[in-house]
């Protein structure tokens, strides 16, 4: 068969295709991306964050007394912060231990930030003692801090751990018998990634970059409107000093800290080049419904009173502010109070997720839409088309964003492999007249099924249709992103993690492939392939791509046949090739969950042979002369 280039209809297409969606579920952010190694650091764990309340969730859930010495209490009468309302009382010398999310990793010769916040009840409490202990008490470390006095005081010290070890806890011992008020209890590594205070774990956070993702989706999902008026997620909670942030119930089950921030989700989006995209709530929570406590969508329709809807836009407009207002305004001034005086540069904002379509939503949506677009005519406002429960029809949120004239819309599908491999048209018959697309969540999926070659080749099959409508299709971004093992409330998931590896799935390949090699023009090709002289199947695809700075080109081929497919490659008209090419493959068994794709180097000309495995995806990076 032949693959032959059609050079001369090469058009335009986004260069922002393949980013990635960060919400926190499976535990992504506390006890995940977010380096904190102490659970409940802030005694706000409570019941009601609890998937379920059938488990005691509490102030003290993750600490225990130590040495049977003394009480631990909890009070509340005179917190650090109103944001911040428990914290602990140790009474004659109590002892605590956190046991962490699952254990605290550490590493033989690593340092570790410890801090704390104390006062002093009784005059009596003079300093503490903090080990990294192992069940039996073994110690891996050991640190101590002074200076505590009768106002709320935070005390930090560096702890160096001396073996390695997954399972550690962190003992906090006071050195006298006084009463202490303790709260803010925190250990960071200090290896975090690319070295930032109050960071994120170093592994994962470079496993993400390492797909070089054009841009960032934070914090959710579902996370960003919440399940509640009381639970729709609030950036200006998120921001300024630790001990003063909004903790929150996450409505996939457990406890959100806000350590992992607005301020936190820029900072990342910088360090790894990725363009920052914050959704935020439509001024309704999820299917514009008050879920009855939580769980179950059987709650009222309802959404943030229109008497205070003016003050929710303008927290809208004064996060563009924070992002990228100058550091004299009010806004700007706290990024630059945070450490970062330069503008994060925010090009795009999401509003709604998956919302349901009704008058309640249309009101507040129009809002906000209105005010961005008159007060930040520079930002490109992404707005949603409605929830992909049904499948995929879109029709009253494709109305709206063309009354209101939205420049985006973000859709959502979670799809079996057979849809992705019969709807490779589904953008061929878009109306480039109207909004652009991001399709913001997506993944070929079957519940609780893992992600396998066959999972993988088709979101690759898919990708090669997503390149060739990339001037209709803006953005994408595969979903969820992130699950730690034993606590998934979501599956398959792109990067599975424990608290000391990092497992990217199959799936993480075909990401990255295309996230490392994208383009900015696409090259039409005619696909003539023929398997046991049959013409092959929608289960082969081509795509192919240029990248204007490095003018390199890149070929895709997925071939989801049971057969190899051989094939000629006709570049004619795409330029003159440095000879020797880069190739990845990416192969194995339908329901290989370990496969990753192997390197060689082939030599190309304007004409060149290639023969495709059964199973794979072929992507061949050609540098031009
Ligand atoms: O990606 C998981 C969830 O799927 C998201 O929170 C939500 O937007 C979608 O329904």
Same mark, same amino acid.
């Given at each position: 068969g032949t693959i032959t280039l059609k050079a001369a209809e090469s058009k335009k297409?986004?260069?922002?295709?393949?980013?990635?969606?960060?919400?926190?579920?499976?535990?992504?952010?506390?006890?995940?991306?977010?380096?904190?190694?102490?659970?409940?650091?802030?005694?706000?764990?409570?019941?009601?964050?609890?998937?379920?309340?059938?488990?005691?969730?509490?102030s003290t859930t993750a600490w225990s007394l130590s040495g049977g010495k003394g009480t631990l209490a909890i009070d509340s009468v005179q917190p650090i912060h109103a944001n911040n309302k428990h914290y602990a009382i140790l009474k004659s010398g109590a002892a605590i231990i956190n046991s962490g999310y699952d254990g605290i990793a550490v590493k033989a010769g690593d340092s570790y930030d410890f801090s704390i916040f104390a006062k002093n009840i009784d005059g009596k409490a003079s300093g503490i003692k903090v080990r990294l202990i192992g069940a039996n008490g073994e110690v891996y470390g050991e640190t101590s801090v002074k200076g505590i006095s009768t106002a709320w005081k935070k005390i930090s010290a560096v702890l160096k751990a001396t073996k390695t070890v997954a399972d550690a806890r962190l003992e906090v011992v006071p050195q006298t018998n006084g009463t202490l008020a303790v709260d803010m209890i925190s250990l960071f590594p200090q290896?975090?990634?690319?070295?930032?205070?109050?960071?994120?774990?170093?592994?994962?956070?470079?496993?993400?970059?390492?797909?070089?993702?054009?841009?960032?989706?934070?914090?959710?999902?579902?996370?960003?409107?919440?399940?509640?008026?009381?639970?729709?997620?609030?950036?200006?909670?998120?921001?300024?000093?630790?001990?003063?942030?909004?903790?929150?119930?996450?409505?996939?089950?457990?406890?959100?800290?806000?350590?992992?921030?607005y301020f936190e989700y820029f900072q990342y989006c910088e360090d790894m080049g990725a363009a920052p995209l914050p959704v935020i709530a439509a001024g309704v929570p999820c299917?514009?419904?008050?879920?009855?406590?939580?769980?179950?969508?059987?709650?009222?329709?309802? =959404?943030?009173?229109?008497? %205070?809807? +003016?003050?929710?836009?303008?927290?809208? /407009?004064?996060? &563009?502010?924070?992002? *990228?207002?100058?550091?004299?305004s009010?806004? =700007?001034?706290?990024?630059? %109070?945070? +450490?970062?005086?330069?503008?994060?540069? /925010?090009?795009? &904002?999401?509003?709604? *997720?998956?919302?349901?379509?009704?008058?309640l939503f249309e009101e507040r949506y129009a809002m906000i839409?209105?005010?961005?677009?008159?007060?930040?005519?520079?930002?490109?406002?992404?707005?949603?088309?409605?929830?992909?429960?049904e499948g995929t029809d879109?029709?009253?949120?494709?109305?709206?964003?063309?009354?209101?004239?939205?420049?985006?819309?973000?859709?959502?599908?979670?799809?079996?492999?057979?849809?992705?491999?019969?709807?490779?048209?589904?953008?061929?018959?878009?109306?480039?007249?109207?909004?652009?697309?991001?399709?913001?969540?997506?993944?070929?999926?079957?519940?609780?099924?893992?992600?396998?070659?066959?999972?993988?080749?088709?979101?690759?099959?898919?990708?090669?249709?997503?390149?060739?409508?990339g001037d209709v299709v803006s953005m994408t971004s595969y979903a969820p992103m992130l699950a730690?093992?034993?606590?998934?409330?979501?599956?398959?998931?792109?990067?599975?993690?424990?608290?000391?590896?990092?497992?990217?799935?199959?799936?993480?390949?075909?990401?990255?492939?295309?996230?490392?090699?994208?383009?900015?023009?696409?090259?039409?090709?005619?696909?003539a392939l023929k398997d046991a002289n049959k013409e092959v199947s929608n289960r082969v695809a081509v795509s192919v791509v240029r990248d204007s700075k490095s003018k390199d080109l890149i070929v895709k081929i997925v071939n989801m046949l049971p057969v190899a497919v051989n094939s000629i490659v006709n570049l004619e008209g795409?330029?003159?090739?440095?000879?020797?090419?880069?190739?990845?493959?990416?192969?194995?068994?339908?329901?290989?969950?370990?496969?990753?794709?192997?390197?060689?180097?082939?030599?190309?000309g304007t004409t060149f042979p290639c023969a495709v495995p059964a199973y794979s995806f072929t992507l061949i990076r050609i540098k031009t002369k």
């Open positions: 297409i986004s260069d922002m295709l393949v980013g990635v969606f960060f919400e926190d579920i499976n535990y992504a952010a506390d006890g995940g991306l977010y380096a904190e190694l102490v659970q409940n650091r802030d005694f706000e764990y409570a019941l009601s964050d609890k998937e379920g309340r059938d488990k005691d969730w509490n290896k975090t990634y690319k070295g930032r205070k109050n960071g994120l774990r170093a592994d994962l956070a470079q496993t993400v970059a390492d797909l070089h993702p054009k841009f960032m989706r934070f914090p959710g999902g579902c996370v960003a409107h919440g399940d509640g008026l009381g639970n729709i997620y609030r950036w200006k909670n998120t921001i300024g000093p630790l001990e003063s942030r909004k903790p929150l119930r996450n409505l996939w089950g457990y406890h959100q800290t806000t350590g992992l921030g299917q514009n419904s008050a879920i009855d406590e939580h769980i179950g969508l059987g709650g009222q329709q309802c =959404g943030v009173p229109m008497e %205070e809807m +003016g003050q929710y836009v303008q927290d809208i /407009l004064d996060l &563009v502010e924070y992002a *990228n207002g100058p550091v004299t009010k806004w =700007g001034k706290l990024r630059a %109070e945070a +450490g970062h005086p330069k503008p994060f540069n /925010l090009k795009y &904002v999401g509003i709604g *997720n998956e919302d349901l379509i009704t008058d839409v209105k005010a961005m677009k008159d007060k930040h005519p520079e930002i490109t406002v992404i707005g949603t088309v409605g929830p992909a429960a879109y029709e009253e949120g494709w109305a709206l964003a063309d009354k209101l004239d939205i420049p985006m819309v973000d859709e959502h599908y979670y799809q079996p492999v057979g849809w992705f491999i019969n709807n490779q048209d589904y953008y061929d018959r878009y109306d480039r007249s109207k909004s652009k697309v991001y399709l913001g969540e997506y993944a070929a999926f079957l519940p609780g099924r893992p992600n396998n070659i066959e999972t993988a080749l088709a979101e690759a099959l898919y990708l090669t249709a997503l390149e060739r409508n730690k093992e034993n606590h998934t409330q979501w599956n398959p998931d792109l990067i599975y993690f424990n608290n000391t590896e990092v497992k990217p799935t199959v799936g993480y390949y075909t990401q990255q492939l295309y996230g490392q090699n994208a383009g900015d023009v696409y090259l039409p090709s005619d696909v795409a330029g003159a090739f440095v000879p020797s090419a880069k190739r990845y493959v990416l192969t194995g068994t339908p329901d290989s969950k370990t496969a990753k794709p192997v390197a060689d180097t082939i030599t190309v």
